[in-house]
């Protein structure tokens, strides 16, 4: 989630690329926010427990 979990980049800007560093570089404080909501996403989104979830409701569905 760009400005929240990390930041959003093109690919063919380097200048981009070493500013968007620069920034976390200096900045600890919105380097351990964007951590640990990246986190808090990844929990929410993407664990196991989830993906179980998600796969058993897919097969729920279509089953007869």
Known sequence: IPEKTG???S???PGNF???LKRLLKN???R???G???YR???NKYTIDI???NISAIFSAYSV
């Open 7 to 9: 930041l959003l980049i």
């Open 11 to 13: 690919k063919d800007d």
């Open 18 to 20: 070493a500013a968007a």
């Open 28 to 30: 600890a404080k919105l």
């Open 32 to 34: 351990t926010l964007m």
């Open 36 to 38: 640990e909501e990246g």
């Open 41 to 43: 996403h990844y929990c």
């Open 51 to 53: 993906y179980e979830s």
